[in-house]
Each structure stands twice: as C-alpha cells, then as structure tokens.
C-alpha cells in the first residue's frame, strides 16, 4: 500500500509540473503575439503617417501645377484675342488691297486699251520668248563648255597614259649579223665547193652571206623567225664545230623547236604583262611569234604589250571593262603573223583569226576596225583604235631613215605650198603637224578650210607615214593705223 501510494504522488508531481510548463509556455506565447501585434500596429501607424505625408505633398504640387496651368490658360485666351483682333485688322488690310487692285487694273486697262486677259497672254508670251532665248545660249555654253572639257579630258588621257607606258623600241632589220670566233670559220661554213653553204639555205630558207667583213656572216630573210632559227642553228654549229649536210638539218630541226618553245614562251610573257586573261593555246603561240616581226622599227610583240597598258588605263579613266580593252589591244596586230598565209588586210585576217579560236565579238570587231576599214560600233573599239595610234604615233617608237624622213617634211611643204594663197608653210614636231600661213585678201575663213581639207587629203593618198598628221591652216588680218 505504501508503494502504491507513493506511485500516487509522483504521478501527481509529475502532472502539477507539466501543468505548470504548459502554462508558462502558453504565457510566453501570449507575450510574444502581444508585441507583434504592437510592432504591426506601429509599422501601420508609420506607413498611415508616410502616406499621409505623400498625398499631402501630391497635393500640394497638383495645387501649384493648377495654378500655373490656369496663368498659362489666361494668357492663352488673351494672346488668342490679340490674334482674333489682328486676323480682323487682315481681313480688312485684305478687302482694301482687293478693292485698290481692281482700281489699278481698270485704270491700267482704260489707259491701255487691253483687257486683263490680253495682257496675261502678252505677258506670257513676251515671258516664254525670253526663256527660251535664255535657254537657248545656256545650251550653247553648256555644249562648249562640255565639248572643250572632254578633249582636254581626253588630252590628258591619253598623255598619262604614254607618259606611263612610254618605253624603248628596238629596231630590227631583214638581216642579221652573226659573228664567228675565227676568220677560218667561213671556209668551214662554205664547205667543199660550196655544199655546207648551199645545204645550210636549202634547209633554213635564209640567204648566208659571206663577203669581206671580217669574222663575221649575214643572215637575209624577209621572215624574222626563219632568220632567228637560221642564227641560232648557225650558233650550234659553230659553237660545235661540226658542220655539214646532214648536222645541219639535225641541227635546224631542233632549232626550229626551240624557236617554237620560246615563241609560245613569248606569249604567255605578253598575256601575263598585258592583264588579258586566259587564251586559246594557239592565239598565245602566234602572239609569241610578233617578238621576232617589226613595224618601222617597232617590235610589234613589244607594241602591242605597250597597246594593251595605254587602252587599259583609258579603259579605267573612262570605267569601261579594262580587261576586255587590254585583251583587244593585245591581240589587235596578230593578223601580222598570219599575213602572208591567207589573203587581205593583217585587220581582217586577224579578226577572222581571233574568232576561229573563240574569242568575243567585242574583241574581234575592234581588231578589225582598229585600222578604220570597219567602222568602230563599241567603246572598246575606238580605245584600241587610240591605243594603237598612241604607241605607234608617239616620240621615238618608230624610227625611219634620215633620208626619208627629210624627203617626207619636204613633200609635206610642197604638198601645203602650191595651193593659191598659201604665203609659208612649217612643218613641225617631227613632221606631224603642218601649219600653213596664207593670205588674209586672197583667202577667206570659208578657202581656209578648204585649203586644210585638201592637203590633208593629198597628204593621205600620197605619204606613208605612223599615226596621223595635223593640217592648220592659219588666216590672220591686222589692221594698222598711225595717230599724228
């Protein structure tokens, strides 16, 4: 019993205790809701205050911002009654000048005889007349003016463009001069009773000349790459030392190889200085072959590379396709090396020829029209047409004898010299340019020009000369008066 009633009280403890931490945990909890209600009602209390505080300064700018809306409201109404009193004052100013206008215009109309109508049409009339009058002489500057900017628009072309290309030009002739290492090399090249010389002409179709010039041969033909082949096959042999028949068709057959290779060689080098683009295999050979022809003294290879820069730069001055221009200069003389193979002009051979190996008709009409014997129809015709005149017709591309140079001047005088009237004629630069001085009572402007056209006709049809020669034929009157 006495443990069961100790067990009794402890329960009873351990109840009162529990009872006590719930209680006191419950206040705590109590307390805790207490002050977050009181921190809540504070934070509100501060948030109720800051936007009462916010209105009340909104209230006060709206107020203000009304204030000053109503000031502007004012002084709009009254800037707006201003304007109503002014627009009443135009009105008025308005109906007046009206009312002075009709005055003047019946008075105008009284004093002329005419109606409103009839003198707007005058007016209009006098007004158009005088505009196209004004129209006219703008025209007329506009064309001069247009006119001497493009030739000196075109002066300057083709000057820049010689003055950067200009280069040398080696002259060649129908013989070439081969030099032996000893006198008694002629003996061997002769050959017993004259077999080697003949066998060596039969083979190369070149003349071998040997005369009296000490240690040295010629060579003649008209065709250079024959003669070229001939040379250098003569330089095998001597420099070889075995000469007869049969060595020197060996020998030849090799050299013409050789004259092939570098001739192909030749026209890839032309292709690749001229910026021309790609070429069928064929045309490239031909071109090659120009290296060994010439033109008065020209290299032609060398003038038609020089061809190709001038018309280029031109083509770019100008902004046409430079590459097509190069290309039509380039190949604008290749019929040179087919003339003697078909018939007619080296133009049309070459043109014929540039479009059996697939070139365009751009290009092939200006290699025929490059000499005018077919109009030019296209740009790149006429700047290959400039470009060829250009590198033919400037200082020192082509050379002539002293003697025929002296005999064209004179004739170019006496052409000028024996029409009526004629008082001096000068021929200047190099002989491309005639002036001719005549008489001013015996020849008028209009026998001027007549004069100019006929020696410049005679010159054509008479003279053979490079690129174009000028006729002036200058007229001048001076009136002279002395005062006493």
């Known amino acids: 019993m006495r443990i069961a009633a100790g067990t009794g009280s402890v329960a009873s403890l351990l109840l009162a205790v529990v ?6 945990l419950t206040w705590l909890m109590i307390r805790r809701l207490q002050a977050a209600q009181r921190r809540a009602t504070a934070e509100a209390a501060q948030a109720r205050a800051w936007a009462e505080a916010q209105a009340a300064q909104l209230k006060a700018e709206l107020d203000r911002r009304e204030e000053r809306l109503a000031e502007e409201l004012g002084r709009l109404r009254a800037q707006e009654a201003e304007l109503a009193e002014r627009a009443s004052e135009l009105r008025l100013a308005r109906e007046e000048i009206h009312t ?3 005055q003047r215009t019946a008075a105008l109309e009284r004093a002329a005889g005419l109606s409103a109508e009839l003198a707007r049409a005058e007016l209009v009339r006098e007004v158009a007349g005088e505009a196209r009058r004004e129209a006219a002489v703008a025209v007329r500057e506009i064309e001069r003016s247009a006119k001497a900017e493009g030739e000196q628009r075109a002066r300057e072309i083709v000057a820049g463009a010689i003055q950067r290309v200009a280069s040398e030009q080696t002259a060649e002739t129908v013989v070439s001069l081969f030099r032996l290492p000893g006198e008694d090399m002629k003996g061997r090249i002769i050959g017993r009773e004259g077999r080697n010389i003949r066998a060596f002409e039969a083979v190369t179709g070149v003349n071998l000349i040997v005369d009296d010039t000490p240690e040295s041969v010629q060579l003649s033909c008209f ?11 003569l330089e095998t042999l001597v420099a070889d030392g075995r000469i007869h028949p049969v060595r020197i068709e060996e020998v030849h057959g090799r050299s013409r190889a050789e004259i092939e290779r570098l001739c192909v060689r030749a026209g890839e080098d032309a292709l690749l200085a001229a910026g021309a683009g790609e070429m069928a295999p064929e045309l490239v050979r031909t071109l090659g072959t120009l290296k060994y022809r010439t033109s008065y003294g020209q290299n032609v290879l060398g003038h038609l590379v020089e061809s190709a820069h001038i018309a280029g730069m031109m083509a770019a001055e ?3 396709d430079a590459e097509l221009v190069r290309r039509a200069a380039l190949l604008h003389d290749i019929g040179k090396a087919l003339t003697h193979e078909a018939e007619g002009s080296h133009a049309a051979v070459g043109a014929d020829f540039a479009r059996r190996h697939g070139e365009s008709a751009e290009v092939v009409h200006a290699i025929a029209a490059h000499h005018g014997e077919v109009e030019p129809r296209t740009v790149e015709a006429v700047l290959t047409q400039a470009a060829d005149a250009c590198s033919g017709g400037r200082p020192g591309a082509r050379r002539e004898s002293l003697e025929t140079y002296v005999r064209r001047l004179e004739r170019l005088e006496e ?8 008082a001096k004629v000068f021929a200047m630069q190099a002989g491309r340019e005639v002036r001719v001085m005549v008489q001013p009572e015996v020849v008028d402007d209009l026998g001027a020009r007549v004069i100019a056209r006929e020696v410049a006709r005679q010159v054509a049809r008479e003279l053979t000369y490079p690129g174009q020669i000028r006729i002036t034929v200058v007229r001048e009157s001076r009136a002279t008066e002395v005062a006493r």
Do not use: K, M, N, Y
Request: charged share 20%.
């Open 318 to 320: 100008l902004g046409v």
């Open 223 to 233: 065709d250079p790459v024959r003669r070229e082949a001939a040379r250098l096959t």
């Open 19 to 24: 009872l006590v931490v719930v209680l006191g």
């Open 415 to 422: 052409i000028a010299g024996a029409h009526d009237g004629v």
């Open 100 to 102: 002075l206008a009709a």
